[in-house]
């Protein structure tokens, strides 16, 4: 059971880090982080700052994810594409927000853990599959959103395909040392400040534990 009284103080951290979008802040309040987090590390779930996650990946601070959430800015019958599940916390906000959201892990280990988290919230409308993020997922394209939760030179051509017209996609653009997250609709980039994700890797990792 969560303390009120540190929820509390986990809302007025986001605020203070930049995170004022008021549905946002509601669906973070609403996603429990602890049950995303790796269990030695449930402790720090409410600290804004980025866990350890297996093969070197990150759980990314909550208040980036408020930032990313916000520029991205779901809808109540919006269709959300995510590229890197890691933990599945992210997803599991924008569910909160949006009708429903696909989300894809090269990680098959990963993929798994968060598909066991996701049915232990009852997310119905969250799916997640093992795929190489750089490609999509056109299956169930085209998208109103689509996040990535990585670093990259340019959005892949495969992902603007499956966006919709009118349609945004959000992710950090730039190399190891300088980001920005880039808000792209209608053909146009809107700079949304500096950030810092870990750069998207290509393929499917075969090596990890069967999904």
Wanted: glycine letters at 10%; a negative charge; proline letters at 7%.
């Amino acid at each position: 059971m969560t303390d009120p009284a540190r929820l509390m103080r986990f809302v007025l951290e986001m605020r203070q880090a930049g995170v004022t979008d008021a549905r946002v802040l509601s669906a973070l309040e609403r996603t429990p982080r602890m049950h995303y987090a790796p269990a030695h590390l449930e402790g720090l779930a409410l600290d804004d700052v980025g866990l350890p996650l297996g093969h070197a990946q990150t759980m990314t601070k909550p208040s980036i994810v408020g930032r990313v959430i916000a520029a991205l800015s779901p809808e109540a019958n919006d269709v959300v594409l995510e590229i890197g599940t890691g933990s599945g916390f992210q997803a599991a906000v924008i569910s909160d927000l949006a009708h429903r959201v696909v989300t894809l892990e090269r990680w098959r280990d990963l993929a798994a853990d968060a598909r066991g988290r996701f049915g232990r919230a009852r997310l119905m409308r969250t799916f997640c599959h093992v795929a190489d993020g750089f490609d999509g997922w056109d299956e169930d394209g085209p998208y109103d959103r689509i996040v990535i939760n990585a670093a990259l030179d340019a959005p892949p051509p495969p992902l603007l395909a499956q966006l919709k017209p009118g349609g945004a996609l959000v992710a950090a653009l730039g190399d190891a040392q300088t980001q920005r997250l880039i808000r792209i609709r209608n053909g146009s980039q809107e700079d949304l400040g500096p950030i810092k994700l870990q750069p998207l890797e290509r393929g499917v990792e075969e090596d990890s534990a069967p999904a």
